[in-house]
């Protein structure tokens, strides 16, 4: 969901400017892509390399948002074609590889059926079952046509790349940082964190998992280089008047609130778009099918966290990643899967 909310973009710039020449460390704040986000960078002209960030973060916003009605994403939804920009494009045809990959568990065409459960506004409801059986006709990435600059999708598809934006933006920004001139910061927008060499002195940054079950966090990873995004169903949800949560990831299959054994997925990997998106399809799979997703592909790291409390983590994550007390009683560690002896 990447709501445009203009009037509320503050951007709250702080540069801090320390002894040492011209290094500097800039902290810059924003709200865009309906997030918080942050950025902190070090080096030479920090505080204008930070500020281009933003402005490119918020670029992006303005040509993926579903409301804004200049957003590539809006034509798209509103007349069935268009020609996007460069990254949208790349954007949609990512996302239509991942939710092949993901074997549906991923699909970026929900939007009609987000809306009719009220997770585009705030006015939360239980579709029934024959509307959604209807909108889910319409659904499936596998339809959508990116040809150059022309994405085409079917009567009545719409998309929303809110499961995956955020990340990609985060890989764009951190590039744009790195253009500056910028080998040290750390980008947050609204938990998917992106992170561009070390802290100053060389030390790693750490990058905390929060509890799906409080305000603490579950763990902490030790990381340089790499993106740390986390799904969850405890970030937007609503509690029905059968008194039951439901949370604003679907599952593409049944276009109701997945309900997996999972209360988090979070997956560390050198790009914040391929993070993001996977997050939310091991949220959808469910620990069962997540394990043999993640045997099939070694290009990502992920901790799950399940509903009863457990972690399930990657054998080279868990090398820099530290448990949080009262979770650090039933954690299981995945291998490589072994390869066929004789
Ligand atoms: P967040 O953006 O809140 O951190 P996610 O990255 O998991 O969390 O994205 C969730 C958003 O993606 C939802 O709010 C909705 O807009 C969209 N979405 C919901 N279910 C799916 C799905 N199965 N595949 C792709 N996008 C989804
Ligand atoms: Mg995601």
């Known amino acids: 969901?990447?709501?445009?909310?203009?009037?509320?973009?503050?951007?709250?710039?702080?540069?801090?400017?320390?002894?040492?020449?011209?290094?500097?460390?800039?902290?810059?704040?924003?709200?865009?892509?309906?997030?918080?986000?942050?950025?902190?960078?070090n080096g030479k002209n920090a505080g204008s390399a930070a500020e281009l960030a933003i402005e490119r973060i918020r670029e992006l916003e303005g040509i993926w948002s579903?409301?804004?009605?200049?957003?590539?994403?809006?034509?798209?939804?509103?007349?069935?074609?268009?020609?996007?920009?460069?990254?949208?494009?790349?954007l949609i045809d990512f996302s239509v590889g991942i939710s092949a990959a993901s074997q549906g568990a991923f699909d970026i065409t929900l939007y009609p059926i987000l809306r009719e459960w009220g997770f585009t506004g705030e006015e939360y409801k239980i579709p029934d079952d024959r509307r959604i059986s209807e909108l889910l006709l319409n659904t499936g990435s596998e339809k959508i046509s990116v040809q150059d600059m022309t994405v085409t999708v079917p009567e009545n598809m719409q998309l929303d790349l809110g499961a995956v934006g955020k990340g990609a933006a985060g890989d764009i920004a951190a590039e744009?940082?790195?253009?500056?001139?910028?080998?040290?910061?750390?980008?947050?927008?609204?938990?998917?964190?992106?992170?561009?060499?070390?802290?100053p002195g060389g030390e790693s940054w750490k990058i905390g998992v929060r509890s799906p079950f409080g305000e603490e966090n579950a763990a902490v990873i030790t990381?340089?280089?790499?993106?740390?995004?986390?799904?969850?169903?405890?970030?937007?949800?609503?509690i029905g008047e059968d008194g039951k949560i439901y949370g604003h990831i679907l599952d593409p299959e049944t276009g109701r609130p997945a309900e997996s054994d999972l209360a988090s997925a979070t997956v560390v990997g050198s790009s914040g778009r391929l993070c993001d998106a996977l997050s939310t399809a091991l949220f959808v799979m469910g620990s069962e099918k997540a394990e043999k997703f993640r045997q099939e592909r070694d290009d990502f790291e992920m901790l799950l966290i399940t509903n009863d409390g457990g972690i399930i983590i990657t054998e080279e994550l868990a090398a820099h990643t530290e448990i949080a007390e009262g979770f650090d009683e039933n954690v299981r560690i995945i291998y490589p899967a072994q390869a066929d002896a004789g």
């Open 1 to 41: 969901m990447l709501r445009k909310r203009t009037i509320l973009l503050v951007t709250v710039c702080m540069l801090l400017v320390s002894c040492s020449g011209e290094e500097q460390t800039a902290h810059n704040e924003a709200f865009a892509m309906d997030t918080f986000v942050t950025v902190t960078a």
């Open 66 to 90: 579903v409301t804004d009605s200049g957003s590539d994403i809006y034509r798209i939804n509103h007349e069935g074609s268009g020609e996007v920009h460069e990254e949208t494009a790349e």
């Open 176 to 199: 744009c940082l790195r253009n500056n001139g910028i080998d040290s910061a750390l980008l947050n927008l609204g938990g998917s964190i992106t992170a561009i060499g070390t802290k």
């Open 223 to 238: 990381a340089s280089d790499c993106s740390v995004v986390t799904s969850g169903a405890y970030e937007r949800y609503f």
